[in-house]
């Protein structure tokens, strides 16, 4: 029978125990007692996944969606958020397990913190059935960051213990509110703002587009203090709580956005009509340190990808196998078994290179990371999110089409797979946004020069095989390119952006597989091979059917 690494027959699932590519990673980045610790955490969560939280996010996202109560009986603005009781529990259950807290703060069993590699192994388990409720922790995840990283002591300690309670305190989840009616990406054009009022602030005006709106404790919010400078210049960031003294705190919800997919985060306009709100760090730092929130929210945009990615994947080989036409299972037939193959090899290989940029952004936020290698955690967030997002809506494609009529029938998960994944490549930051991101990178820091760096002293320890000598060759030419684009206009820099990003991302990637493959051998030797060819397109017709050849060996159970 063919069952694909990390997903499980009809019946209990367990999304981590059989996931050989998590544990390699994990193994490898973790100390033995954290390595040790995780696995026991991750095969119980793992279970929790695969089981009850993904038949909870079934009822949230067909039957128990967020609802807006506007008014209470007396007809009084109360802008509560219902959510259904399984959501509750799965808020719960999600965030006693210490996916945002122990980044912060030490894990009991072990006494020292934990880590971003160990948190994000969490969101990528959790992805694979909620990626709607991984938008709260990623936004919790980002109110934790800014409060720890950039809020004085006073602030901290009001509300830093409770974003990152884990059962021993009141729970407060986090929201970032950013986007305003008139500037969306451009948030320099931001309008809210901010009152100076008996030695603090009050906010006044709206925010268009606010994510977990209703549910969040406190909520990270740019506003423009009277008379401060237009423009991205004159923002600040402040830590605005939901309620004070059990009251809202002067904060309304207009509505909640009817959104196609990931139905289960409560996403609104909120209105600030005198909100008591706290100053976070430098008043005139307020953008650079939400821009610090936001490529850690991009990081988690790409966890949430290959989340859906893995699900997508291990839905479309067990169907595929179950599945019988024209006298053979469809697994029988070369086609669907390259499909499938080209897919597995794509998502263990991303896989492997996000938690790769994890593992690097782990030294950033701890401060070890030298200069060099804090560009290259920037370039790698914008390249690897746009990569990412917009293969998870193909993996969720390709699903469909493997089930065939199945496939667009919301009996099954694909289509909620789909609908959630189709977000990702606009939350945190479109593609046109990501190449700016690019252009700006190599303008301002030359991040192609680190980036060709890089990949080279890392094919170099290689052995010199034909795959690597083939990247080889496409790093040099694509280092022509990025010198060429270096020294480009403006206009022909935006143009050329996003196809190179693509570039950047496949050889990063293809480099990461062939490490793999030389490290570990087994099933990730020919999944190498595959990635390679797929990737550069170098099979010819008529050519050796790779795909083909290794199925049973690599996709057999």
Known sequence: ????????????????????????????????????????????????????????????????????????????????????????????ETYRTGIVGYVHKEIPELGRKGNYVYSFAQGYLLSQSEPGFYCPVTLTMATAYLLDHFADEDIKTRFLPHVCATGDTELFEGATFLTERQ????????VVKAVAYQGGYRLYGEKYFASNAGMAGVAMVLARIEGAAEGSKGLTLFAVPWKVDGQLNGIRIRRLKDKLGVRAVPSGEVEFEGAQAFVVGDPKMGLKYMMEALNLSRI?????????????????AEYAERRNAFGQKLTDFPMVQDSLMKLRAKQEFETAAIFDLIALYDRVTSGEAAPEEQILSRLLIAILKKESAEQAIHFSHEAIEMHGGNGYIEDFVTPRLLRDAQVLTVWEGTANILGLELIRLVNKFSAHTVFVRHIKARLEKLQPTNDVKLLQEKMAKLHEELNLFAGSDAALQSFDAKKLMQKMAQLFENTVALEWSEKHGGIYKPLSAIFTELTWETRRTGGEMKTVKYFNSVMGG
């Open 1 to 92: 029978m063919v069952v694909l690494k990390g997903s499980a027959p009809t019946g209990e699932r367990n999304f981590y125990e059989p996931d050989k590519t998590l544990k390699n990673i994990l193994a490898e980045r973790l100390p033995k007692d954290f390595f040790e610790y995780a696995e026991r955490e991750l095969a119980a969560f793992g279970k929790l996944a695969a089981n009850d939280i993904d038949e909870r996010a079934r009822h949230t996202d067909r039957e128990g969606q967020p609802r807006l109560e506007k008014y209470d009986r007396l007809g009084e603005d109360i802008s509560h958020v219902w959510v259904n009781e399984g959501y509750k529990k799965t808020v719960d």
């Open 300 to 316: 988690c945009n790409a966890v949430a990808s290959i989340g859906i990615m893995k699900r997508a994947l291990d839905e479309a």
């Open 183 to 190: 500037g969306g990406s451009d948030v320099g054009a931001n």
